[in-house]
C-alpha cells in the first residue's frame, strides 16, 4: 500500500488480524464481513443490499469484543460458537449467524439506516442487552481535513474502529454506505484511510473523501 507513516491504526487492523472471517467451503478469508451473507441467512436481496450499516456494526462488535476484555459478552459465546478459542478467524457461517442477530436488533428501513444517531442508539441497546455500556462518540466538529483526520486517528489509537457513513460521493464504492475505517497512514500521494468493505480490505483517497461534496456524512466509534 506504500505506507510512508502510519497517523492512526487499531492495534490489529492488518490483513488477517482485523475480523478475520474463513470460509471453510473455498479456504478464502475475508476483511470483515459481507452484507449479501444475510441471503444465507433468509434475508431477501431487497433488505440485504440495505445492510451496510449492519456489517459495519458486525465487524465493530466482534473486534470489540476480541480485543477488549471489559466488551467481550458483547459476543456471546454460549450462543455464537467458540470463536475465542480459534485463533486463526472467525468460521463465516459464524460470522453470518451473528451478523443475522445484529439485523434483527437493528432493522435497516428501505432506505437502509440513514444516520448516525439511528445506528448509535440501536448499538447501545443491542450492547446493553448483553451487559456491555457503550459510549458513543460522534464526530461534531468542523468538517475540515484537519479535524476529521483528528477525530479518526483519536477513535483508531483508542482502539476503536470508526465508521463511516457517506450519502452521496464522487467515490463509487463510498456512494450510500457505511465502512469500517481500520487504518489511517500517509503515503507519496497523500493520506489513506483503509476500510473493511465488502469483505476486503479496501483504501480510499481520505483528502478526496473530506472534500467531496454530500448531502451527508459522518463518523461514529465506541468506547
Not at 5 to 12: M, P, T
Not at 84 to 91: L, P, Q, S
Not at 159 to 165: C, M, R
Amino acid at each position: 500500500m506504500g505506507i510512508l507513516k502510519i497517523e492512526g491504526a487499531l492495534k490489529n487492523w492488518e490483513r488477517e488480524k482485523f475480523v478475520n472471517v474463513l470460509d471453510d467451503a473455498t479456504g478464502r478469508t475475508y476483511y470483515g464481513g459481507h452484507q449479501r451473507w444475510l441471503l444465507e441467512e433468509g434475508i431477501s436481496k431487497f433488505f440485504s443490499d440495505r445492510s451496510c450499516g449492519i456489517t459495519a456494526v458486525t465487524n465493530i462488535l466482534i473486534y470489540m469484543a476480541q480485543n477488549n476484555s471489559e466488551k467481550a459478552n458483547l459476543i456471546d459465546k454460549t450462543v455464537d460458537n467458540q470463536w475465542f478459542a480459534n485463533k486463526k478467524g472467525i468460521i463465516k457461517a459464524d460470522y453470518s449467524a451473528f451478523q443475522k442477530r445484529i439485523y434483527n436488533n437493528i432493522l435497516p428501513a428501505v432506505w437502509g439506516i440513514p444516520t448516525i444517531n439511528t445506528l448509535a442508539f440501536r448499538v447501545q441497546k443491542f450492547a446493553l442487552e448483553r451487559g456491555v455500556t457503550l459510549k458513543t462518540i460522534k464526530y461534531y466538529g468542523i468538517w475540515s481535513e484537519e479535524s476529521v483526520k483528528a477525530f479518526i486517528i483519536k477513535g483508531l489509537n483508542h482502539d476503536s474502529p470508526v465508521l463511516l457513513l457517506t450519502w452521496n460521493s464522487e467515490i463509487p464504492d463510498l456512494k450510500l454506505h457505511w465502512v469500517t475505517v481500520t487504518c489511517l497512514f500517509e503515503s507519496e500521494t497523500g493520506t489513506k484511510m483503509v476500510t473493511s468493505n465488502w469483505g476486503n480490505m479496501q483504501s480510499f483517497d481520505f483528502s478526496k473523501w473530506v472534500n467531496d461534496r454530500s448531502l451527508h456524512r459522518g463518523l461514529v466509534y465506541f468506547e
